[in-house]
Nanobody, 127 residues
Framework: QVRLVESGGGLVQAGGSLRLSCAAS????????MGWFRQAPGKEREFVAAISWSGAYTYYADSVKGRITISRDNAKNTVYLQMNSLKPEDTAVYYCSAAQPPITNAKMRDVGEYDYWGQGTQVTVSS
C-alpha cells in the first residue's frame, strides 16, 4: 500500500512557476514508477509527466515538454513537478500517482496503469 499526498499548488500568473511535491508513504516507494496527471473541469484526466523507479527515465506530454520537469528523491520518498512558463491552459487539479512494477515504457503515459493516487492539488494560472 502506498499513500500519496500532494502539495505546492496555488494561484500564479501566466509565465510564473510552481513546484509541486508528492510525499509517499510505504517501504517500497523506490520500486514504483511515479506519474503526474491533471484534470481540468469537464475534461478527462490527462498525462503530464512520469519518471521511472530509478529516475533514469522521464516522460512528458507534448503540451508541457520544455516547461515542466519531473524528478524524484528516493531518500525522501518524494517526487516533484517543477512547472515553469505556466499558461492558463495548465489550470487543473494535479494528481500524483504510483504504478506497481512491472510497467513498460510504453505504458508510462497510461492512466489505467497507475495503482495509487493522491487527493490532488489545484493549480490555477491567471492570464
Amino acid at each position: 500500500q502506498v499513500r500519496l499526498v500532494e502539495s505546492g499548488g496555488g494561484l500564479v500568473q501566466a509565465g510564473g512557476s510552481l513546484r509541486l511535491s508528492c510525499a509517499a508513504s510505504g517501504r517500497t516507494f523506490t520500486s514504483y514508477a511515479m506519474g503526474w496527471f491533471r484534470q481540468a473541469p469537464g475534461k478527462e484526466r490527462e498525462f503530464v509527466a512520469a519518471i521511472s523507479w530509478s529516475g533514469a527515465y522521464t516522460y512528458y506530454a507534448d503540451s508541457v515538454k520544455g516547461r515542466i520537469t519531473i524528478s524524484r528523491d528516493n531518500a525522501k520518498n518524494t517526487v516533484y513537478l517543477q512547472m515553469n512558463s505556466l499558461k492558463p491552459e495548465d489550470t487543473a487539479v494535479y494528481y500524483c500517482s504510483a504504478a506497481q512494477p512491472p510497467i513498460t515504457n510504453a505504458k508510462m503515459r497510461d492512466v489505467g496503469e497507475y495503482d495509487y493516487w493522491g487527493q490532488g492539488t489545484q493549480v490555477t494560472v491567471s492570464s
